[in-house]
């Protein structure tokens, strides 16, 4: 069982930045793949990003593409998700999630996820 736990969330204003971090406990099964996902509020949780697989292959949503990276630091078993010219859209709960059986079919879709964070909140103010 992994552990999986959020931090970062907060205000920021439109165009400005924010980093979350996903930080890893616990027995992980090889390949193991992190993904962040966000909910707001009346909406579907959606994919955000990805690292596939323990290695260094990522994935993003289009709405994200271009502003949001996702890394790893290996050595702190922490993921991150740095968030760039944020807009108020992007508000909502982001959560990290993990899996060690996932194909690429089922990357982006949350109910194949085992393990899940509680959750951080991100507020962009227009």
């Known amino acids: 069982q992994v552990q999986l736990a959020e931090s970062g969330g907060g205000l920021v204003q439109a165009g400005g930045s924010m980093e979350l971090s996903c930080a890893a406990s616990?027995?992980?099964?090889?390949?193991?793949?992190i993904a962040w996902f966000r909910q707001a509020p009346g909406k579907e949780r959606e994919f955000v990003a990805a690292?596939?697989?323990?290695?260094?292959?990522?994935y993003y949503s289009d709405s994200v593409k271009g502003r949001f990276t996702i890394s790893r630091d290996n050595a702190k078993n922490t993921v991150y998700l740095r968030m760039n010219s944020l807009k108020p859209d992007d508000t909502a709960v982001y959560y990290c999630a993990g899996d060690g059986h996932l194909i690429l079919s089922s990357l982006r879709v949350h109910v194949n996820y085992d393990d899940w964070g509680q959750g951080t909140q991100v507020t962009v103010s227009s």
């Open positions: 616990g027995r992980t099964s090889y390949p193991y793949t």
């Open positions: 690292l596939w697989r323990g290695g260094r292959t990522t």
